[in-house]
Structures are given as C-alpha cells and as structure tokens.
C-alpha cells in the first residue's frame, strides 16, 4: 500500500496520516474545515484517573507513553509546544466517593500515579467537603496545533482522490449519516466549554469536581487570570449551539470550588463522536476492498487515539488483527 487518502482531518485524521508517513505511505486528503469541529473545541485533557467513582483509565501507563511520544514526535520540527504536563486536585462532591478512593487507594489502583488524599477542609482556598485528592499525570495536549502541523504535511485535495490505494474515513459522529458506516455504535454527545477570567485566582494545576478548571496561560507562557472550565456532556442535542443552560451549569459548578468572581469570555460547543463502551472504532468495511474507518475518539481522544490510529495503520500494512476493543467488527452481525 503505497498510499492512502484521508476524508476528514480532525484529530483522528491527523493522527492517521502520522502513522502512515511514519511508514513511508504517501497521504492525501479531503476535509473541509470546521471551527467548532470536537477537535478543536476540545480541551485536549488526558488524564489517568476519571469519572466520580475514580476509575484508572483503561491502559492508562501504555496510552499515555505513546500518546506522549507521538504527540511529541509530531511538534518536533515545529515550534509548537503541543504537550504540557499537569497535576490534578479533585474535590468529592458526595461521601461515596471518599469511599471509592478509600477502597481503590487501598487495593494499589492508584499506585501507578502517586495518588494522595486531600482530607475535608479548606486547602488553597478550595473547600473540600468530603474530602478530595491530588495526583499528577495529567496533561494537555494542543489538539487544534497538531491539526495544523499535520495539515502542512499532506496534500489537500477537493475530494477522494481515485488514484489512492485506500480510503479512511475519518469524520467523526457524521459517519453515522453516511450508508457504509452507518451501522456503526456512535452516539453523539454534545459537549460545551467556556473561556474565563478569575481574577485573584492563581492556580498552576487543574482543579475538578466532575466539572474542571483548566488554567490557560498567555502567548508568552505566564498564567495571569485565564481559564477553561468545562465540560457538559448532553447525549440529545445534537445541535452544535451553545446553551445558556449550559453557561449557567458550568459557572455554578465552577463558583462551588472557588469564591473569585468568573468573567465569561468565550462560550463554545461541539459534537463529540463517542460511544457508551468508550473505546475508538477502527477497522475495514467488511464487504467494500479498501474502505477504512476511524471514529469513536469521543472524551478520551488525546489519549486513546495515537494508540488507535497506530493499530489501524499496523492492520492495513501489516495485516496485524486489531484489538478487539476496537475493531469494528465486533457490531457488524450485531448491525445485521
């Protein structure tokens, strides 16, 4: 396989095309250009203990080593700093989830990422009412900088260019409006994201309680007053619109960690592509040669991804199974 063409050139698409020319595979590409595309609304958090009952993420020390070198190899030639590292505090919002740390911490779940526990109280100014934790790990990655570099890298062509030797479909949720992969388990959630000024708020780490505080330093690299705060997960408006409703949730989850007045200077929203299983979809149409697809990336795309679209491109040039945590396969009798 000598070359390929991409349809579709969010994060999934970029990533694709890496991994191809890493292998000597000449790419070519179609997309048009959406603003408010997942990809680039996204925050790019990854980070390796999620959700309220403070699950490890799935291969959590082997996703984040790869998404790291992989992301890092991708900059290397730029002057893009596209990976910044984090440490993470998490407020408990119920007394259940000192419990889950509790039981989780004293199995050796946690061992992996340094985890301490933050006991109920008031620390840096944050009110911790049944108690939190800390733990580093977590980092950011520049989704929209890694778009852009990749997009220097191939050619860009109106639509699939005939000549290629296949095709990957790479458009996210939009793959369940097109017929030959239609059958595929997408299910879009909506998610929003602000843009704020805290003046009086110095945080150099990101602060969460199940919503998260995401410092955004300046150009220059100095943090002064600028945040993300994010993000909302809606799985029935597929409308990509931010809401007032959703402005309003994020500020009030917000203001129960810090006490500082919050200034709304951007307001964002996008369609995720994700599934209920949270894992990426990739694999071969079962019935057309040469058709490829690439979905799924959902939440936990930063992360999952480089993993993914490396195991694709091994499975079309190698001929290597793909995990069945992703293969696309595993819905086709399901489908029919």
């Known amino acids: 396989m000598k070359h390929v063409h991409i ?8 990533l694709v095309a890496h991994e191809l020319q890493q292998r000597g595979v000449a790419v070519t590409a179609s997309d048009v250009p959406n603003p408010d595309s997942s990809s680039l609304v996204a925050a790019g958090m ?29 900059a ?16 408990f919002r119920e007394p259940q989830m000192h419990e889950w740390f509790t039981q989780r911490y004293q199995r050796g779940e946690f061992d992996h990422w340094n985890v301490d526990e933050l006991r109920p109280g008031i620390h840096n100014g944050v009110h911790y009412p049944y108690g939190g934790c800390m733990h580093e790990g977590v980092a950011t990655v520049n989704l929209s ?4 570099i990749m997009r220097s890298r191939v050619e860009l062509q109106q ?5 290629a030797d296949a095709v990957i479909w790479c458009t996210g949720y939009q793959a369940l409006y097109d017929e030959q992969w239609s059958w595929l388990p997408i299910e879009p959630s909506k998610g929003e994201i602000l843009d704020v000024r805290i003046p009086g708020l110095l945080l150099d780490h990101v602060l969460t309680n199940g919503t998260w505080i995401l410092p955004t330093p300046d150009a220059d690299g100095v943090q002064r007053d600028g945040y993300r705060i994010g993000a909302t997960h809606d799985w029935d408006d597929h409308d990509p619109t931010p809401t007032a409703a959703a402005r309003t949730y994020l500020l009030e989850q917000a203001q129960l960690m ?13 369609i995720r592509p994700s599934t209920q299983f949270k894992r990426p979809l990739a694999g071969s149409h079962p019935e057309r040669t040469g058709q490829y697809v690439f979905t799924g990336l959902g939440t936990k795309g930063a992360l999952q991804a480089p993993w993914a679209a490396r195991k694709l491109v091994e499975h079309m040039l190698d001929d290597k199974p793909l995990d069945q945590e992703i293969d696309i396969m595993r819905w086709w009798g399901v489908a029919r």
């Open 159 to 163: 639509r699939v260019d005939p000549a």
């Open 145 to 148: 900088d890694v778009i852009t």
């Open 76 to 91: 290397a030639d730029s002057e893009k700093q596209v990976w910044r590292n984090w440490s993470l505090r998490r407020v």
């Open 258 to 270: 810090v006490a500082n007045e919050i200034i709304v200077t951007g307001h964002r929203a996008a």
């Open 46 to 74: 990854i980070t390796p203990i999620t959700g309220k009952r403070l699950k490890p993420t799935w291969r959590g020390p082997e996703l984040m080593s790869i998404a790291h070198s992989v992301y890092q190899s991708i």
């Open 7 to 14: 349809v579709g050139f969010g994060i999934a698409g970029a």
